[in-house]
């Protein structure tokens, strides 16, 4: 029964060994880049830093390098809902001020 | 289609046509679960990002209080665990069965030493009255007004991790039941799903430790002015 187009994808121990190590560095890069004084830019490049080792998680501990397309989709959405969630959250909550009006 | 005659397997069971169909159903399961964790630790993201943005000297001054290398090595000993998921998944796609058994008892070790050393940092809250709620509680160089906000910080901090600490709780108690399957023989290189879905499993909470290490303890640790 076995369909020759949907044969798994093994990836080697090599490239399991870099993702590691590579995860391992951002996670020391990230907490020595703390103690620099970048202001707000901090937060940005901590995110983003954060940001790189879901995507080396996601794309080959989790496998979505060869995951099919529904389930790259579900995803995509996923996150999709997550951003929805944050950005109407803080638009709210950071223009909350702006108007000099009753009733904000 | 409609031969549904095949005798049925843990890899093939009857409803399904192939093999890798019920594969993909079982891994689009478990993503669409995560989906729905990533929304529910998402409402603690969101609660986190609004109190952070409206009392920032406090969130940092709060940050400040953890112990940042303590905190990373931990990171690094919970990517090491995912590493090790990682590979105990791989043995399964061999259908390797004593490997599966030995990556997945290092998982759990790894898994072990970081809720050892979270337990070991909760406890050192107590210790320097950093527990919201506690009537002693005090929080150097905040002044007596801002007391209450770093209280909501250390709020955020015990439900963020705690919750985090839960699914690592649920992860080992998955990993043992893996680990006596896996050492009965049940897993080979046609039927792996569930070392393969707890696998996801343990890299998305994985993920979720990915931000809370720089949100939680990396806000501005530059020397103060």
């Known amino acids: ?104 | 289609m409609a031969e549904h005659a095949h005798t049925e397997t843990f890899a093939l069971r009857v409803q399904f046509d192939t093999e890798a169909q019920q594969k993909d159903a079982s891994t689009l399961g478990m993503w669409i679960f995560l989906i729905t964790e990533i929304m529910f630790f998402g409402g603690m993201f969101a609660v986190y990002t609004v109190y952070r943005s409206w009392y920032p000297d406090v969130f940092a001054i709060a940050s400040r209080s953890l112990n940042e290398i303590i905190g990373a090595i931990n990171t690094g000993v919970l990517l090491l665990s995912s590493f090790t998921m990682v590979m105990a998944v791989r043995a399964g796609q061999l259908g390797q069965q004593k490997m599966i058994v030995i990556f997945l008892i290092l998982t759990l070790l790894f898994g072990g030493i970081f809720l050892g050393v979270k337990a070991y940092e909760w406890n050192e809250k107590f210790v320097e009255h950093h527990i919201p709620g506690q009537a002693d509680f005090h929080l150097d160089d905040v002044l007596p007004g801002d007391q209450g906000h770093a209280q909501l910080f250390f709020s955020i901090y015990f439900a963020m991790t705690g919750l985090h600490a839960l699914h690592m709780v649920i992860g080992v108690g998955l990993l043992l039941t893996l680990i006596v399957q896996a050492n009965k023989g049940k897993f080979s290189a046609s039927y792996y799903t569930p070392v393969d879905v707890a696998g996801l499993y343990w890299h998305f909470v994985d993920v979720i430790w990915i931000f809370l290490f720089p949100l939680l303890y990396l806000i501005d640790r530059h020397p103060v002015k």
Not at chain 1, 40 to 63: D, E, P, Q, R
Not at chain 1, 89 to 97: E, S
């Open chain 1, 1 to 104: 029964m076995s369909d020759p187009h949907e044969t798994t994808h093994i990836d080697s121990v090599g490239t399991y060994v870099k993702i590691l190590l590579a995860l391992l560095v951002a996670t020391g890069v990230t907490t020595a880049v703390a103690r620099v004084d970048l202001g707000a830019f901090s937060t940005v490049v901590a995110l983003g830093i954060a940001c790189g080792k879901m995507l080396l998680v996601a794309l080959f501990f989790m496998h979505i390098r060869h995951s099919n397309k529904l389930t790259r989709l579900v995803v995509v959405g996923g996150l999709l809902w997550l951003a929805i969630l944050l950005l109407l959250t803080m638009t709210d909550f950071a223009t909350r001020g702006i108007l000099g009006v009753p009733g904000k």
